[in-house]
């Protein structure tokens, strides 16, 4: 292309649009179906129950360590279908890109969209691009919708949880969030953080059994936003053992500077599995036996008591209340 | 009131210095902290040392078991 | 973190060996916070009473303040640095967030050192940090005005709504206040400050007082120091977190403070005015000073609302005595300050209940 930015013109329709479409989206994210150029992506029928999920992903810096807005695009809704027992088989990819946006950002941004699809097996089938004013977005927006397939048996739902059932987390929390605010650079950091962002089926999929209650990635919000959900859904209490939790000691050195906790800090790599006594510790094994799992730590599990509520019992042997966070998490001094 | 958090001084220069703060590396400001040097632990708040700790992380314990023992006995 | 589990039960044990029906005061917000955290409540006897005092920053900027730093953001070519802390203190007309949301310029800094780079890249528009915090984050903010000095920025002031702590403490206990026993006195302002600005309150009050760090084992320490004292009515000013404080303080951050700051009259939410416990700009920096700069009208008008955070603050209520809270008060919806920082009396309580 001969300008190295995003023009108005590129989202006019016209043969700018086209050749963006051709040379930037289409060159990476080729397959059988997109390469039709149909409005919609047609793909065979398969026998069995869909999932379908769609995320806007906004993230300020479009490049951090451990990944970027394209990587995060595929792997977020990629998660969202693993964890509700899907395969994930197509994506759907919208973006809405910033007048003036070098095109070189752009490039990396799609061809990391392609690398995470192609090496998570799905297929990007169909997209669309707009281009909005200068000053009226942030660079790039991209919505992804997905489509993944369940298996026959598989209903993971609140609904299955029951008292005495184990909690798993797939590992230490907190390092997306905290990674994204020290990259934004508003914090004299060369931090060792790297973000978790990755796509979770190869780990979840695998487990898919009648004895897996429920399954969550906790992003926004972190485990404990997440855990509460999952009390109100259910009905049912969670006690979880502080100490049992696991832990980065670089996210914990810089939360605590900041006085942030990493229980409310973002992920996205991480799956919360809700699974039965007896199926807790193959589910504890096989998670740990793949890379993405391998601090996989049983942290608690459900009650009868304290309804609707986490509760979080302290290395001293006390309790107290894990609440939902009450707004954006913030950098305190005091 | 205010948030404080230990860390190691791995180098200075000028009115800056570059510390660890378990794996993390940061810049902070030592003009609060004149006699501060390299290898020294220090309070940070607000991107500032506030403090220099002259007793190491791991001797902490020890010194809070000895005040403890010392209290126990009276003194 | 297994040595904590290692040392609590002893503290714990001795604590009830030496306990007596008392009433401390944890002065500083974090204490509050770390003692919720760990849940030191569960285990401690019942006849140790632990009150939050008004150690939080945030707390106990007044509304009148807060609508001042509105006012002043709000206007064109003020760009307005803070810490996380100020972002949702509901003032008369909302909060710094509100007005954000309506299109003011409204930063969030973790070092006040942070808007001296933004205000040298944009010299076209004014810089003014809005300082909150005591005696601990004060000296961090005279150091952003020597360096502005130096690099001759010429586009950045402060607004200083910095508070002290041992005025505060003065008016809670010349007031007649015989509620408290004694004060866990906070860690890191004693960083700066030492243990002599406390002295008056075991030699005029016959206060207890120990200067505490942190953690569970700190927090249990400094009050069985604090029951000795009681026991012995023998009441001093003693030091137990030694790692985070020396007995003469940070004379450096102190030789800052006295240079930049000079200690005026202000407002603090729930308390009033109290004189001598704000921190203005020195007459020498005047320049710096956003109250002059921007001819900002002190003294506004406080709302009254039927939050009890005063009483909360002066020992005389718990969070839960209160008719709004966790009603009409809650994190996501404060009235009082005391809700508002996460750290905040009634915040504290309301995360952490049972």
Request: net charge negative; aromatic share 6%.
């Amino acid at each position: 292309m001969s300008q190295d930015r995003i023009l108005m013109s590129h989202g006019a329709g016209g043969l700018k649009t086209y050749q963006l479409i051709k040379e930037i989206f289409h060159k990476h994210f080729a397959n059988p179906i997109l390469t039709r150029e149909l409005d919609a992506g047609l793909f065979p029928g398969t026998p069995g129950r869909w999932a379908m999920t769609t995320d806007s992903f906004v993230v300020k810096p479009l490049f951090f360590p451990g990944g970027d807005i394209g990587k995060l695009s595929v792997c977020g809704t990629v998660n969202d279908l693993a964890v509700s027992g899907a395969k994930p088989l197509y994506l759907t990819s919208s973006f809405i890109l910033e007048e003036g946006l070098p095109l070189i950002d752009l490039e990396k941004i799609v061809a990391s969209m392609a690398h995470t699809a192609r090496e998570a097996g799905v297929q990007i089938v169909a997209g669309d691009t707009k281009v909005v004013e200068k000053g009226s977005g942030d660079g790039v927006f991209i919505t992804t919708t997905g489509l993944g397939l369940v298996p026959g048996e598989i209903d993971y739902s609140p609904q299955h949880i029951q008292p005495g059932d184990k909690v798993i987390i797939s590992g230490p929390l907190g390092q997306h969030g905290l990674t994204i605010m020290a990259a934004r650079g508003n914090l004299p950091v060369t931090s060792s953080l790297v973000s978790d962002c990755a796509c979770l089926h190869e780990l979840l999929n695998p487990l898919h059994s009648p004895e897996i209650r429920c399954m969550r990635d906790p992003t926004r919000g972190g485990l404990a936003t997440t855990l509460n959900e999952l009390a109100l859904q259910s009905g049912l209490g969670i006690l979880l053992e502080e100490g049992a939790i696991p832990r980065d000691p670089a996210v914990e050195g810089l939360a605590d500077l900041l006085g942030l906790d990493s229980l409310y800090l973002a992920n996205e790599g991480k799956a919360v599995v809700i699974a039965s006594p007896q199926a807790a510790p193959r589910v504890l094994a096989q998670l740990r036996n793949h890379p993405l799992g391998r601090q996989t730590s049983l942290i608690g599990e459900v009650t009868g008591e304290a309804a609707g509520q986490v509760l979080l019992q302290t290395d001293l042997g006390t309790k107290r209340v894990l609440r939902m966070p009450a707004g954006e998490l913030l950098p305190r001094i005091c | 009131m205010c948030v404080a958090v230990p860390a190691k001084i791995l180098s200075i220069s000028g009115e800056e210095a570059l510390v660890d703060l378990q794996g993390n590396q940061l810049t902070i400001c030592i003009t609060l902290v004149p006699q501060a040097k390299i290898g020294d632990y220090v309070l940070i708040h607000a991107g500032f040392a506030i403090h220099t700790i002259d007793r190491e992380e791991a001797l902490e314990t020890l010194a809070l078991w000895e005040e403890l023992n010392k209290f126990a006995q009276g003194s | 973190m297994p040595k904590e589990v290692k040392t609590v039960p002893d503290l714990i044990k001795r604590i009830k060996e030496k306990v007596r029906p008392v009433r401390f005061m944890e002065v500083c917000g974090t204490h509050t916070m770390a003692i919720a955290k760990y849940g030191l409540r569960e285990i401690l006897p019942p006849e140790i009473e632990l009150l939050s005092g008004p150690g939080c920053p945030v707390c106990v900027t007044s509304q009148g303040d807060i609508d001042l730093a509105l006012e002043l953001a709000a206007r064109p070519g003020v760009t307005l640095f803070t810490f996380g802390d100020m972002l949702r203190v509901p003032g008369a007309s909302g909060s710094l967030e509100s007005v954000r949301a309506q299109g003011a310029k409204v930063h969030i800094l973790y070092s006040p050192l942070d808007c001296l780079q933004y205000a040298i890249n944009h010299p076209q528009e004014e810089i003014v940090f809005l300082g909150v915090g005591f005696e601990t984050t004060a000296p961090t903010v005279a150091v952003a005005i020597e360096q502005a000095l130096a690099h001759k920025v010429n586009n950045f002031s402060v607004l200083s709504f910095h508070k002290r702590v041992v005025p505060a403490l003065q008016a809670l206990v010349s007031g007649g206040n015989t509620a408290i026993d004694g004060f866990l006195l906070p860690g890191h302002v004693s960083s700066i400050l030492g243990r002599e600005p406390y002295e008056f309150l075991a030699r005029e009050y016959n206060k207890a007082c120990v200067i505490t760090g942190f953690t569970a084992e700190d927090i249990l320490l400094g009050l069985l120091m604090l029951l000795s004292q009681v026991e012995n009515k023998s009441y001093r000013v003693e030091i137990q977190y030694k790692r985070g404080v020396n007995p003469e303080g940070n004379p450096q951050a102190l030789a800052y403070l006295a240079k930049y700051f000079t200690p005026v009259e202000t407002t603090w939410r729930g308390l009033g005015p109290i004189p001598e416990s704000g921190l203005g700009l020195n007459e020498a920096y005047k320049d710096f000073d956003a109250f002059r700069r921007f001819s900002l009208q002190l003294g506004r008008k406080e709302i009254p609302t039927a939050c009890s955070c005063g009483e909360i603050l002066k020992g005389l209520k718990r969070p839960e005595d209160c008719l709004l809270f966790a009603n009409q008060c809650t994190p996501l919806e404060p009235v009082g300050p005391c809700m508002v920082s996460s750290e905040g009396s009634c915040a504290a309580s309301y995360h952490y209940r049972r």
